[in-house]
């Protein structure tokens, strides 16, 4: 609604609609309303939402930019992108790259949640570390804790130990380090925190965005939460984790879109970087003493 109120008033005082102060210029802006599913985040879902279908994902090419909405050519933008533009025209593109690294420049965007002591979003030139953002601006990890891992790019990035965290919050640096940027949803975790509970979760919120259109994704992400929710209550098996690692391969390049793709990072890079932590789950059934607040092995294995 507050939306909708502020394009109207752009309206009224001629920044949309037709004929822009008198340049015979038209532009407008249409709102459509989505359901809130995960899925409509990649281009081609959102089209099919927007066009009134369900949302998923089309086979490409074609791509949106030669067949889009309702057939015609489309490019899709997020939000933070195009909040740029009017800066670069404003200031210049020199400007603009006066922020940030080589090749990943201007200002972002980063939303820090988890276990630190002053979660948000901040903005930054791209490029800075995260070491610097968790520990100088977000204050590091409360309680006396000690960090452990952090997830970079939003879900789906592969997480980093707390060695490897002094590093530019940039897409190259990410990706050089096996990560990614994506979204720059930081995920903070510290000791306190089940790594293995901490997939399961993210593995279950796959599987149930999944639109279930192909099948290495609809069957393979409700495996891998069934594998982690039967570590995690207790019942793992010693070849579970090389398991996962094997599931996560046939899901991986194989899907219709990068929701595969999205599932299988943190289940990866969890089992690479924290397989102690699965076998200890695993051999001893529990999770390690000092994450033991989130333990749920009260509740029955499930057969699988």
């Not at 940027?181 to 149930?208: T, Y």
């Amino acid at each position: 609604m507050v939306l909708e109120k502020a394009l109207a008033e752009c309206r009224e005082r001629g920044f949309l609609g037709k004929n822009i102060f008198g340049s015979g210029f038209d532009f407008d802006i249409t709102v459509a309303r989505g359901a809130g599913a995960y899925i409509c985040g990649e281009e081609t879902g959102l089209i099919e939402s927007i066009e009134g279908k369900r949302g998923q994902p089309r086979v490409k090419p074609p791509f949106p930019a030669v067949i889009g909405a309702f057939g015609g050519p489309t490019v899709v933008q997020n939000v933070e992108t195009l909040t740029c533009v009017p800066l670069i025209i404003n200031n210049g593109a020199e400007w603009f790259k006066s922020f940030g690294s080589p090749k990943n420049t201007g200002p972002k965007l980063y939303c820090v949640s988890g276990t630190v002591k002053k979660p948000g979003v901040y903005e930054f030139p791209m490029g800075i570390t995260i070491k610097e953002l968790v520990f100088d601006h977000c204050g590091g990890v409360p309680d006396g804790r000690t960090l452990k891992a952090v997830i970079p790019g939003g879900a789906s990035a592969p997480m980093l130990t707390a060695d490897e965290i002094d590093i530019p919050l940039n897409f190259d640096a990410l990706m050089k380090a096996g990560s990614m940027l994506g979204s720059a949803g930081i995920i903070v975790l510290d000791d306190s925190v089940c790594i293995v509970d901490a997939v399961w979760r993210l593995s279950k919120f796959f599987a149930h965005e999944s639109c279930g259109q192909c099948t290495p994704c609809r069957e393979g992400t409700n495996w891998l939460e069934s594998i982690l929710d039967r570590i995690e209550r207790g019942g793992g098996r010693a070849s579970d984790p090389d398991l996962l690692l094997d599931m996560s391969d046939n899901i991986g390049g194989k899907s219709l879109c990068a929701l595969g793709d999205a599932a299988i990072g943190p289940v990866i890079s969890s089992v690479k970087k924290f397989r102690s932590e699965y076998m200890h789950h695993i051999e001893q059934k529990s999770c390690l003493p000092e994450t033991r607040r989130y333990r749920r092995l009260e509740m029955p294995v499930a057969a699988h």
